[in-house]
């Protein structure tokens, strides 16, 4: 009777909850109230991931830093004229559009919310390659817009699968934010997915490129070089030689992007190169904008309002006006100074 019961027992305790949740997918479940958000699929999480930037150091820290950082104007930079505004004209829907993409507390104008979304959006295409966004709206009885809703969603999390989105939550994740493990699957007519764009590698070649630059940037000194100096060998290493090489190898695997390594080697590279670099970085930042504002117009017409309205920007300097710039400098007649200022604006 005794070993019946132990069997009874355990087949309560551990056989039957295994079958019911093999991969334990309940465990988690208690969520942190604030992190609950009405009709949405996917959920909170921030962590518990492996990333190709989980060690942000070097160059790979300048580099994502100052791809992002002054693409949008700062807010009530004396001066600006940048602007935003729905086209055609819809007060109440563009104040919803407003708070919906904004990240500040606060209700904003529709050019603070663009410029904060744009702005952060890139941040963060940036640093993973692609984001994601969940779309939620809700509407009255008369199927007027009263809410819309962007809710980011950590981009480690998400899996695109034969034309499916999935957020995936691992034990790592679960724990950490509290949350229920498991796959979810998210409806792709409620997803914003947004990735860099192709004529800059795309999401492939653009991951390369950081987990080339996180490697480079681990290694300031050749590892055979340290070892000869705990031994106190001299092995004919050229230092600046080494740096210089490393220098162009970074200039090589981010040439599209135009960036300059926080350098300033006027004894190396000629003028023409310097502005020519410095306008292509100004069009890598005008397209990077273009491309959010681009693909959040498609976000809003195709899946969350039913007429073509779109966001409008003025005042913010275009790729277009970017290559103009360029055939003045092949032209060569022109000042290096002039085309600098009228590329260093937004």
């Avoid at 480690?156 to 994740?173: C, D, E, L, T």
């Avoid at 987990?211 to 000194?221: A, F, M, N, Q, V």
């Avoid at 599209?256 to 306008?279: A, F, V």
């Avoid at 309002?305 to 360029?326: C, H, K, Q, Y």
């Amino acid at each position: 009777m005794k070993k019946l019961n132990s069997l009874t027992a355990f087949w309560r305790k551990r056989l039957q909850p295994f079958i019911k949740d093999p991969f334990m997918l309940s465990k988690w479940v208690s969520e942190y109230p604030n992190r609950r958000d009405p009709g949405r699929i996917t959920v909170w999480v921030n962590g518990g991931y492996k990333t190709l930037r989980d060690d942000y150091q070097g160059e790979l820290f300048m580099f994502l830093q100052d791809m992002h950082l002054g693409i949008m104007p700062f807010k009530h930079r004396r001066g600006s004229t940048y602007s935003a505004k729905l086209v055609p004209a819809d007060a109440d829907l563009e104040k919803t559009i407003a708070e919906a993409i904004s990240h500040s507390g606060f209700k904003p104008r529709l050019s603070e919310a663009v410029n904060d979304f744009i702005e952060q959006t890139s941040q963060s295409l940036f640093y993973h390659s692609e984001v994601f966004f969940e779309l939620y709206c809700e509407t009255d009885d008369q199927g007027n817009i009263t809410k819309i809703e962007f809710y980011h969603i950590y981009q480690p999390s998400m899996r695109k699968v034969f034309g499916q989105y999935f957020q995936i939550i691992p034990w790592s994740a679960a724990k950490h934010a509290r949350i229920k493990a498991g796959i979810r699957r998210v409806p792709k007519e409620k997803i914003l997915h947004i990735k860099v764009p192709s004529e800059f590698g795309g999401t492939y070649r653009w991951n390369r490129i950081l987990k080339r630059l996180g490697k480079l940037s681990r290694t300031s000194i050749p590892e055979f070089q340290m070892k000869a100096f705990e031994t106190n060998k001299g092995i004919g290493f050229d230092f600046d030689r080494y740096r210089k090489e490393k220098y162009i190898e970074i200039a090589q695997l981010t040439k599209k992007t135009g960036w300059g390594q926080r350098q300033q080697r006027d004894n190396e590279i000629l003028e023409y190169y310097t502005m020519h670099r410095h306008l292509t970085y100004a069009r890598m930042q005008a397209k990077i904008r273009e491309h959010v504002l681009a693909r959040l117009n498609e976000a809003l017409e195709g899946k969350i309002i039913s007429s073509n309205s779109s966001i409008e920007v003025e005042g913010l300097l275009t790729a277009d006006e970017v290559d103009e710039e360029f055939k003045k400098l092949q032209a060569g007649d022109l000042k290096f100074a002039d085309v600098y200022s009228r590329t260093s604006r937004v």
